[in-house]
């Protein structure tokens, strides 16, 4: 890895048939801006074609049939095969399996689907001829979160694709399949890529901040910071994008001083550092340009140090209402 860089997001597809969009995946994570590589390719189906280029491409290659199995014996050897190669997303491409719900739980936010329609348009199967039946003017892709729920799951990203007049659900399905190849790879990019993307990071630490008592946004010392407690009100929080040449993207948090800074910076230097100009006054930085950010961490950190700077009055109201 070059000097600098971030590390790629390790993904394994899963396929069962040509794997055209696996192979699109493939080339897109050869490009100096990919975000991603692919470390696996699995498939249902022992004789799917797109086994054969990958293996040809050198990515490691995994197959085991479903026939006669378990739904959820199957899903344990196919997830088995993507952990062993130290997948950290799952990117189904055209797997025509029905997943059970405990393995898409387990990898709730880290597994997305491609599915050729206009969602939440036409979930299942025969998209194109649905499409060309209702007489709508266009078709395309949807690239989403597998949710429990079939074809349901957060929408990442759409493509629109014209309907023509003369179309059949082959021609269409030909070009929705251009369309798809565009968008899958630009969408993984970006969902693998944003954990260390400044706009994205501070997105979420905004709307976390913003949910407390009073919160309101100011800017200080040229980065955004909230504080509680109206115009005389102190700061409970700031992010720092690189911050005079510091390598990270953090929340600056207070902790209750310097022993407690310390302690926590032993125990955990990947997650947390002394922030320059601020760690004398207690403000603990907590790294969040790193692919394992632990939110429900950064939101503690945020309540706490809300906490420790709001006024009495609104103290007593959040203590009431974590009673309930
Ligand atoms: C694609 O149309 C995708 O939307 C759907 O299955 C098809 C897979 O095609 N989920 P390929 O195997 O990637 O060529």
Known sequence: MPEGANPKAKIAVFISGTGTNMAALLYASRLPTANYEIVLV????????????????????????????????????????????GAE????????????????????????????SLLPKYRGLDTHQRALDAGDASAGATVHLVSSELDAGEILGQSDVAIMPDDTA??????????????YPHIVNDYTGRCFDAAWLLGRVRALALQLPEAEERESHGSPGWRTGGKTGKFFAH???????????????????????????????DVFYRPKYYGASGWIGLILNRPDTDWTQVEHWLERSWQSVAPKRLTKLLDIANEF
């Open 170 to 183: 082959e021609t269409l399905a030909e070009r929705v399949r251009i369309a798809e190849h565009q968008l």
């Open 42 to 85: 699995a498939s249902n189906a022992p004789d799917a074609a797109g086994l054969t280029l990958a293996a040809e491409e050198g990515v490691a290659v995994f197959a085991h049939a479903h026939r006669g199995m378990e739904r959820s014996d199957h899903d344990s050897i196919m997830e088995q095969a993507a952990k062993d190669a």
């Open 239 to 269: 992010f720092n994008d690189q911050h005079h040449g510091e390598r990270h993207i953090a929340l600056l948090a207070k902790t209750s001083g310097q022993d407690e800074m310390t302690a926590l910076i032993e125990r955990d230097p």
């Open 89 to 116: 997303y799952i990117v189904l491409a055209g797997y025509m399996r029905i997943l059970s719900d405990s393995f898409v739980e387990r990898w709730a936010g880290r597994m997305l689907n491609i599915h050729p």
